[in-house]
């Protein structure tokens, strides 16, 4: 089966695809997937600008967020259309679209009903497209009492879960999140929850200090020769996320631009220079990741393997390692696979998952109640092929009162 997943993450940079051809795996409850394609387009300004006005203010008309749910529903379907064209691929050739969508709010403040909102109307890709869609991944895991994040995890066991390796699988993307893989213990010894920020305040930074001309920090190059004040990070650290214990899940709502415009403003007043103030900021997201793993994680890690934007700042990669001495930490990358792609490979497993069926959380890493079976199906014009194409896939299988069993392993097949 051939799946496109989706996605776009709290940075709000862009919209990452990965084609993926999921087949069956060499012992029963596996499946293999090779990646095929994998593209990455950028958002129309105005519309990056006013996705993170909306994440920083909390609120919005009711008219304008209407809007903005379809306006991103197109986004995902141009996207999409796009790759198809570039990729010299037809749409007949694709069985399904897994989409995540753009978060706008995530809730798990204490005194709150659990709840997330992601946006990118599915049906507007289904409609584009004539592809099946599968989105809304999250609601399911929060519905069974789950934090619905993060889903990575369901991929980082399945994958990577090694019988003589602990590994840490460490995502940057705006927020930073990690799985934890302890040696010989399989999906059922994963554990997972967001580090804390990511990008997000380094992102910021970078924008702020250049005026708007750079979204990110390219290379490190605006850290890379500023010092870093230690007490600064301290301070930071002491926050209450940082001491809470998993599982815990976060986000702009808490670790946004309103915070780190505060911390730009105490670094001023500390006389700090913009290098050493982008500096900074890296060090809190290098040392706020360390300091998880210290406090809950195994006693000793192995490799920590490292995706999203994050991996490709060398200054910020560089100081994990410092703070890590006794493991090895690499990219991806070194595993055969792109690390800003990761989350999109890991919708299309979840949309495959979906369409047969089968549970995708771990509840003891979202703190779900029980698994839940992720996604909304929204059916394009080949939904009845697909059916086809799932009813001769259960041909032959003796029939089942309850929910097909869980995949026990994942397997990546090279190019």
């Known amino acids: 089966m051939y799946v496109i997943g989706m996605n776009s993450?709290?940075?709000?940079?862009?919209?990452?695809?990965a084609l993926c051809e999921f087949l069956p795996g060499p012992q029963p409850q596996t499946i293999s997937f090779r990646l095929l394609a994998q593209r990455e387009y950028p958002h129309e300004a105005a519309l990056r600008q006013q996705v993170l006005n909306l994440c920083h203010s909390k609120q919005g008309a009711l008219d304008e967020l209407t809007e903005l749910n379809f306006r991103l529903g197109e986004a995902f379907a141009s996207a999409c259309l796009a790759f198809l064209d570039e990729e010299g691929l037809r749409r007949q050739q694709v069985d399904l679209i897994a989409s995540h969508g753009q978060t706008l709010y995530h809730q798990v403040e204490a005194g709150h009903v659990l709840s997330t909102w992601q946006m990118g109307e599915p049906a507007v890709i289904a409609q584009r497209t004539g592809i099946t869609t599968v989105a809304d991944f999250r609601v399911a895991d929060m519905a069974a009492g789950g934090q619905g994040a993060p889903l990575v995890s369901f991929f980082d066991?399945?994958?990577?879960?090694?019988?003589?390796?602990t590994l840490a699988l460490q995502n940057i993307g705006g927020i930073g999140n990690v799985t934890l893989l302890p040696a010989g213990k399989g999906l059922a010894g994963a554990s997972a929850f967001d580090t804390g920020p990511g990008n997000v305040w380094i992102d910021y930074g970078a924008r702020y200090f250049s005026q708007g001309r750079e979204t990110f920090d390219r290379g490190g190059q605006m850290a890379r020769s500023g010092q870093v004040d230690q007490s600064l990070v301290s301070e930071v650290l002491t926050h209450p996320y940082f001491q809470q214990p998993p599982p815990k899940t976060t986000g702009r709502e808490l670790f946004g631009d309103a915070f780190a415009h505060d911390l730009i403003n105490q670094a001023a007043q500390r006389q700090l220079t913009d290098a050493d103030t982008m500096a900074t900021l890296t060090a809190i997201t290098a040392e706020s990741i360390a300091l998880a793993y210290q406090r809950f994680g195994p006693p000793h890690i192995d490799e920590v393997i490292v995706s999203g934007g994050g991996s490709y700042n060398p200054v910020l990669m560089a100081r994990i390692q410092a703070l890590l001495p006794a493991s090895q930490v690499k990219t991806l990358e070194?595993?055969?696979?792109?690390?800003?792609?990761?989350?999109?490979?890991?919708?299309a497993l979840l949309g495959y998952e979906t369409i047969y069926g089968r549970a995708a959380n771990l509840p003891q890493c979202t703190g779900a109640q029980a698994r839940a079976i992720l996604g909304k199906i929204i059916p394009g014009s080949n939904y009845t092929a697909l059916l086809g194409h799932l009813a001769k896939d259960y041909q032959g299988q003796p029939s089942q009162s309850d929910q097909p069993a869980q995949l026990t392993r994942l397997y990546f097949l090279s190019q």
């Open 9 to 17: 993450g709290t940075s709000v940079d862009g919209i990452n695809l």
């Open 157 to 165: 066991a399945l994958l990577f879960a090694d019988d003589a390796k």
């Open 334 to 347: 070194s595993y055969g696979l792109t690390a800003s792609v990761k989350e999109a490979v890991t919708f």
